[in-house]
T-cell receptor, first 107, second 115 residues
């Protein structure tokens, strides 16, 4: 019951930016938006989170729409190690995952 | 900082047998999660603890699955009896607290095969 919508898959070329969209049109005012990713044969790992303002960290940037009904995770320069499933989560107190977006990076 | 520890890493059992998984969260983390991840799907939250109390277990099949968190630290997840459809990776995660501004850390998981 993740209540977010993401594309099933996206492809990118190495060293090009990747923009991963997420729709969370029923988000409440206190829900944070979290992103996790899962590399093959590993547990998920935290990427970034935000509430209203855009956020940057060493891994990625998170752009949140002004109405908060959608957000975009931006990987500035994709590498082969960024190939993973990326999950967008609308977080209240439960950390619930959806199906995510499978990102493929071409060399 | 030590991560979330899970054991065993792999387990193969026959249907109708019992199995238990163990999780040791990061020290000081009050919130502990158990997930079931079937191949090709996202992790499904089975149960969430806050210290040694259950916050949510709405997706835990309580007729066969049980979980406990002793003294608010380690946790065990048990399946009794196992079915073929229980074949999955079982992930444990922990965070300082539940809620919006905390990052969860995941273990490597236990891969269960029921034959």
């Amino acid at each position: 019951d993740a209540k977010t919508t993401q594309p099933n898959s996206m492809e990118s070329n190495e060293e090009e930016p990747v923009h991963l969209p997420c729709n969370h049109s029923t988000i409440s005012g206190t829900d944070y938006i979290h992103w996790y990713r899962q590399l093959p044969s590993q547990g998920p790992e935290y990427v970034i989170h935000g509430l209203t303002s855009n956020v940057n960290n060493r891994m990625a940037s998170l752009a949140i729409a002004e109405d908060r009904k959608s957000s975009t995770l931006i990987l500035h320069r994709a590498t082969l190690r960024d190939a993973a499933v990326y999950y967008c989560i609308r977080l209240n107190y439960k950390l619930s995952f959806g199906a995510g977006t499978t990102v493929t990076v071409r060399a | 900082e030590a991560g979330v520890a899970q054991s065993p890493r792999y387990k193969i059992i026959e249907k109708r047998q019992s199995v238990a998984f163990w999780c040791n969260p990061i020290s000081g983390h009050a919130t502990l999660y158990w997930y079931q991840q079937i191949l090709g799907q996202g992790p499904k939250l089975l149960i969430q603890f806050q210290n040694n109390g259950v916050v949510d277990d709405s997706q835990l099949p309580k007729d066969r699955f049980s979980a406990e968190r002793l003294k608010g630290v380690d946790s065990t997840l048990k399946i009794q009896p196992a079915k073929l459809e229980d074949s999955a990776v079982y992930l444990c995660a922990s965070s300082l607290k539940a809620g919006e501004n905390t990052e969860a850390f995941f273990g490597q998981g236990t891969r269960l095969t029921v034959v």
